[in-house]
Structures are given as C-alpha cells and as structure tokens.
T-cell receptor, first 114, second 114 residues
Framework: AQSVTQLGSHVSVSEGALVLLRCNYS??????LFWYVQYPNQGLQLLLK??????LVKGINGFEAEFKKSETSFHLTKPSAHMSDAAEYFC????????????FGTGTQLKVEL | ETGVTQTPRHLVMGMTNKKSLKCEQH?????MYWYKQSAKKPLELMFV???????ENNSVPSRFSPECPNSSHLFLHLHTLQPEDSALYLC?????????????FGPGTRLTVT
C-alpha cells in the first residue's frame, strides 16, 4: 500500500520568494508521483508528474519537483512566487503494482503575500 | 467542450430528494472516477470504472449509486442523503493500459444537503 505525507497544511511566502512544498511518500514499488493544484471552487489541475524517467520534473507555471528515492521525497518548488500561485496543492502517489488508485496527501494551502 | 465537464456545478437538495450528478470526459480515456472532497478531510475516492465496469467501491453508502453507460459518461445518483454528504464531488478520468496514469479532473459539483 502507498501513502503520502505533506508537511505543513499552510505555507506562507512573500511574492518573489522561493516556494517549497514538501511531500514524502511510502510505496512498496517504484511509484508514479503527481502534484496537483486546486484554485477555489475548481477541480484539481495537474502540475507535473514523475513516471521513472528524469528525476527532476518540470511542470506548468514555473513549478518543478525532484524525485529523491533515498529520501522518499518529491518536493515541489518554484524559484519566485507570484500572487496567482495562491491555491491548495496536493501530492499524490500511485504504485505500479496494479490498480488505478491515486493516494492523495491532505494538501498544503499556499498563501502569497505582498 | 474539452477536458472533463460536470453538471450541475451547484446543487442544493433536501434529504428526501433524488438527484443525479453528470460527468463527461472528452479525452478518449478508458477509466473514470468519483471523489468526495469535504472541508478539512483528504480527498476520498468513491468509485472507479475501467472500460465501463466498476472495479472499486470504497465502502460507499448505498444512497450513492454510480452508473457508467459508456467510457465517456459517468453519473452519480443520489437519494435520501444526509447533511454530512454535503461536499464537493469531483469526477476524474485517466488512460489506463498504455497511458501514464495521470488523472484529469472536472470542476466539481458543490452539493449542499439541507
């Protein structure tokens, strides 16, 4: 079985500052990993995905994430925060052992301040 | 229409009503999902359909009844709901068997049970 832990339910950064959202996973098989963003009153939008190719994955809106097997982590970063990045971010894992199920973390609410 | 669409976007219903949520995916995917998103709770997977066949039911109460007439359409029939069923209901789709398994979400239906 797989699981995801997102450290920090709320993160606040200044506009222009580095964004770092943490995600650690547990999986008995090499995983597929995903980051999603959710704006108020909307569904989840895929930001990026790791599928065992390059360990540094680039996504939309300037976000990227690095898969670190030794640390079982898949942290999301963006060099410079913009006001429009304020949203909730979800990390998700899917094991490659069969089955469609994505296991989601509890989410991190990102606030961007002037 | 593109992506995953859901109707209605908002629904208010009494506990004795019967209503249905509709989801349609325009991505040519072969798997569809229903999720429940409640405030301050992790995203809950409710049902999974692969090639129109239900392959997962996560102990969902029988007052929620899914229907998948074809690979593009998914319904969630609701009857005699409880106030605690008030939530955002999200539909998603993915391409299994040859895809990279990311799920694409619709905008959700905000359900309020009075």
């Amino acid at each position: 079985a797989q699981s995801v832990t997102q450290l920090g339910s709320h993160v606040s950064v200044s506009e222009g500052a580095l964004v770092l959202l943490r995600c650690n996973y547990s999986s008995s098989v090499p995983p597929y990993l995903f980051w999603y963003v959710q704006y108020p009153n909307q569904g989840l939008q895929l930001l990026l995905k790791y599928t065992s190719a390059a360990t540094l994955v680039k996504g939309i809106n300037g976000f990227e994430a690095e898969f670190k097997k030794s640390e079982t982590s898949f942290h999301l970063t963006k060099p410079s925060a913009h006001m429009s990045d304020a949203a909730e971010y979800f990390c998700a894992v899917r094991g490659t052992g069969g089955g469609n199920k994505l296991t989601f973390g509890t989410g991190t609410q990102l606030k961007v301040e002037l | 229409e593109t992506g995953v669409t859901q109707t209605p976007r908002h629904l208010v219903m009494g506990m004795t009503n019967k209503k249905s949520l509709k989801c349609e995916q325009h991505l040519g995917h072969n798997a569809m999902y229903w999720y429940k998103q409640s405030a301050k709770k992790p995203l809950e997977l409710m049902f999974v359909y692969n090639f129109k066949e239900q392959t997962e039911n996560n102990s969902v109460p029988s007052r929620f009844s899914p229907e998948c007439p074809n690979s593009s359409h998914l319904f969630l029939h609701l009857h005699t709901l409880q106030p605690e069923d008030s939530a955002l209901y999200l539909c998603a789709s993915s391409q299994e068997q040859g895809g990279t398994y990311e799920q694409y979400f619709g905008p959700g239906t905000r359900l309020t049970v009075t």
